[in-house]
């Protein structure tokens, strides 16, 4: 397992392209998700997608703080309701913007193995799934953002709720 070097928006082209669908379920993929896992966890974020690491394959990896998700082939399923919150990315270092979102929604993926799977998530794991399901279409959340979320403005949304 290793560290991979995230890719950041700007200075490479790759976070723009459509990831192509994983056909092959071999140990490269399981050292892929690993090593992603790796790189995810040692950023401090909740989620990468492969692109982010350089690799165009559908294929993303997920902990919002209840355990590794791993998904291969993703695609929603449904979604329902909606939430405007503040989004990072660890391929847009230093920058958080509001975006809107689905509240809930339902993906259908596979396993390092192959096996369909199904995840279910709402609040910050459906966020966060939307999130890492656009990384492998080219779209960055900046692309849907409604405006920049800065330091101060932060602070402020946290006091209200003191």
Known sequence: MAIRKIVEMGKDDILRKHSRKVTKFDHRLGVLLDDMADTMYEADGVGLAAPQVGVLKRAVVIDVGEGLIELVNPEILWSEGETIG??????????????KRPEKV???????????????GEGLLAVCLCHELDHLDGVLYVDKMIEDVTDQMQEEEEGKGE
């Open 106 to 120: 339902r993906v259908h993926a596979q396993d390092r193995k192959g096996n369909h799977i199904e995840v279910e």
């Open 86 to 99: 503040a989004e990072g990315c660890l391929s847009v270092p230093g920058r958080r913007g509001t975006v």
